[in-house]
């Protein structure tokens, strides 16, 4: 069964281009873990700051498994670009 993983994120102003470098990153690292069967990355058309993150995961323990072998430093560019806390939750497919 594939779960989604879904962030809302918000570049602070003027950090919009260093945000989705910072996205393009992470999804270069997550996309070949065990359990990744995909991302997406977009933006906002009405609103250049905002970014949605979708991770496609075989469960929530493949998810959670990845986030520990991660090098934490790939997200220290994300972070310095970020306007906030993203906004996170974990989805169910019902149709796809």
């Given at each position: 069964?594939?779960?989604?993983?879904?962030?809302?994120?918000?570049?602070?102003?003027?950090?919009?281009?260093?945000?989705?470098?910072?996205?393009?990153?992470?999804?270069?690292?997550?996309?070949?873990?065990?359990?990744?069967?995909?991302?997406?990355?977009?933006?906002?058309?009405?609103?250049?700051?905002?970014?949605?993150?979708?991770?496609?995961?075989?469960?929530?323990?493949?998810?959670?498994?990845a986030?520990?072998?991660?090098?934490?430093?790939?997200?220290?560019?994300?972070?310095?670009?970020?306007?906030?806390p993203p906004?996170g939750?974990?989805?169910?497919?019902?149709?796809?």
């Amino acid at each position: 069964m594939t779960i989604a993983r879904y962030y809302v994120m918000h570049a602070k102003e003027g950090m919009s281009a260093a945000l989705e470098t910072a996205l393009r990153a992470v999804t270069d690292a997550v996309r070949p873990l065990a359990g990744c069967e995909g991302v997406e990355l977009m933006r906002d058309i009405g609103n250049e700051r905002r970014f949605v993150f979708i991770e496609q995961w075989a469960d929530v323990d493949a998810h959670k498994a990845a986030v520990e072998i991660l090098d934490k430093a790939l997200f220290a560019p994300m972070l310095a670009a970020l306007d906030g806390p993203p906004d996170g939750l974990y989805l169910d497919y019902l149709i796809r």
